[in-house]
């Protein structure tokens, strides 16, 4: 599972023109998801992101989470997080989960974090969706549950 996690002062996502989700002060997430993704890989990346000290505290450090500052998210599913762009000049998108896999662990990652946080919105999956923010920071950080299960390398000194 992947995401890229965008800290945003708003979001907002539509379809036909019409807004069917949005944030306040948070963040939005792209997520993506692989065939072999399940509910673990769901938690661990959703656990990273609501403790992920990137927001200000009151001498302007970032060390406040999403949980810290009461922050709403708005999740868009986006499947083109796993291109693959090795060969030739168009992506091939094999990486992704085809709907029947990827629908339901993004339905569970938008639990996990309705569970925590005041507000969720959002996208329709497999729409085609207009994607508005405002970054804050800006701050931007890719996020990777492969990266997240491996051991930290010791700096050598």
Partial sequence: MRALFQRVSSARVEVGGSIVGSCGKGCLLLLGIAPTDTTTEAERLWSKVRTLRVFDDDEGQMNRSLLDIGGEVLVVS?????????????????????????????????????????????????????????????V????????????????RG
């Fill in 78 to 138: 986006q499947f083109t997080l796993y291109a693959d762009i090795r060969r030739g000049r168009r992506p091939s998108f094999t990486d992704a989960a085809p709907p029947d896999v990827a629908v339901p662990l993004y339905e569970h990652f938008c639990a996990l974090a309705e569970h925590d946080v005041r507000h969720v919105g959002r996208g329709v999956f497999g729409a085609a969706m207009q994607v508005s923010l405002t970054n804050d920071g800006p």
């Fill in 140 to 155: 931007t950080i890719w996020l990777d549950t492969d990266d997240l299960a491996r051991p930290r390398r010791q700096a």
